[in-house]
C-alpha cells in the first residue's frame, strides 16, 4: 500500500470534491479517483459514496480514516526526522539570534568553530531579530538554534543558560544617582527613564519590575540603543541598557551602573522533538564555553 494513499484518502474526506481534493495534492482528479479505487480494491470494501454532490466516506471509510490520520501523522512525522539526519549530513547548523545576544561572544567566535570542530559541521547566522521572531523560527524548523533572552518559557524548547547579569543605568555625572557605585529599581522613581522597545523580553520584564519597585516614573521607549543613548545626551534622562553596551560604547559626562534587582540573561535553545547530532553537541559545548554568570 503506497503511504501516500492515506493523505489521498484524507484529503478527499475533508474535501468531498474530487476536483477540490486534487488540487490540494497537486495531481490530478483522475490520478486521484484512481488511487482511491485501487485502495478500495485491496480492502475489498467501499470507503465513499456520493451523497448530495459531496463524496462522503462510508462506515468503513470512518473506520479507515482514523487509522489514515495517524499513519499519516507518523509518516509526517518520520519524514521530519529523515531531511534533519540529511541536513545535519550536509554539515549545517542554522542559527538565529535575537538582536545583540551574538555580540556577547568573540567576533571570530562562530567562524572559529566553523573552521576547527571535528565533526565537518560550519555555522549559519542566518538573521538577528527580536525575540519573538526567534521562538517563531525555532518552533516553524527554519533554524536549529536560537540565541533568546530569559526567561524561556516555551514548553517545545529546552535551553541551555548561557549569560546572567545586571542591567546598568546610564547616569550623567551630574546626577545625584552618579555617585553611587550600584542602585535598585526603586532609586528610579520619579525619574525620566528610557528604555529599548517592548519587542524585548528584556524590556517587558524591567517594565513589570518597575511597576512593582518604582513609583511616578516616566518612560520613553526607542527602536535603537543609539536613540536610548541620545536621549540620555541630550535630555538627561536615564537609559537602561545592558553590560556590553556599557563597556564598549564611551559617553562624555555619563557613566553606566549597575542595576542590582533587574536581572538580565539568555539561553542557547533547540526544539525538544530535535535529535541531538555530535556537531550539535560540540557548538553547544564551545558556546558554554563562554558562558558568563557574572550576576
Known amino acids: 500500500m503506497d503511504i501516500r494513499t492515506f493523505d489521498y484518502f484524507i484529503a478527499l474526506e475533508e474535501t468531498g ?43 468503513y471509510g470512518r473506520a479507515f480514516s482514523e487509522y489514515a490520520r495517524s499513519i499519516s501523522r507518523e509518516a ?7 531531511d534533519e539526519m540529511s541536513r545535519k549530513g550536509a554539515g549545517e547548523i542554522r542559527l538565529v539570534s535575537s ?15 566553523s573552521a576547527s570542530n571535528l565533526h565537518g559541521a ?18 516553524s524548523g527554519y533554524c536549529d538554534f536560537a540565541l533568546i533572552n530569559n526567561p524561556i518559557d516555551h514548553a517545545k524548547f529546552s535551553s541551555v543558560p548561557l549569560y546572567r547579569d545586571f542591567m546598568f543605568a546610564w547616569v550623567r ?5 552618579a555617585k553611587r557605585d550600584s542602585i535598585r529599581l526603586s532609586d528610579l522613581s520619579g525619574q525620566k527613564i528610557v528604555h529599548v522597545t517592548r519587542v524585548y523580553k528584556q524590556s517587558r520584564t524591567t517594565e513589570l519590575l518597575l511597576e512593582e ?29 545592558v553590560r556590553i553596551h ?48 557574572l550576576a
Open 17 to 59: 470534491v474530487y476536483v477540490q481534493a486534487a488540487k490540494r495534492l497537486f495531481i490530478t482528479p483522475q490520478g486521484l479517483s484512481a488511487s482511491i479505487r485501487r485502495l478500495e480494491g485491496e480492502l475489498g470494501v467501499p470507503l465513499f459514496n456520493s451523497s448530495g454532490g459531496l463524496i462522503v466516506p462510508t462506515e
Open 76 to 82: 509526517a512525522e518520520m519524514r521530519h526526522v529523515i
Open 99 to 113: 538582536t545583540g545576544l551574538i555580540n556577547c561572544f568573540p567576533d571570530d567566535f562562530l567562524s572559529a568553530f
Open 122 to 139: 560550519s555555522v549559519a547566522l542566518l538573521k538577528v531579530v527580536s525575540d519573538d521572531d526567534c521562538e517563531s523560527a525555532l518552533e
Open 173 to 177: 555625572n551630574e546626577h545625584p544617582l
Open 213 to 241: 519597585r518604582a513609583r511616578g516614573y516616566d518612560i520613553l521607549h526607542e527602536d535603537e540603543m543609539i536613540q536610548v543613548l541620545n536621549h540620555v545626551i541630550t535630555e538627561g534622562r536615564i537609559g537602561l541598557t
Open 246 to 293: 556599557a563597556e564598549t560604547i564611551e559617553l562624555p559626562n555619563v557613566r553606566a551602573i549597575p542595576v542590582l534587582d533587574d536581572i538580565w540573561g539568555f539561553s542557547l535553545c533547540c526544539r525538544n522533538d530535535r535529535i541531538l547530532s555530535d556537531a550539535d553537541m560540540g557548538l553547544v559545548d564551545a558556546f558554554k564555553e563562554h558562558a558568563s554568570f
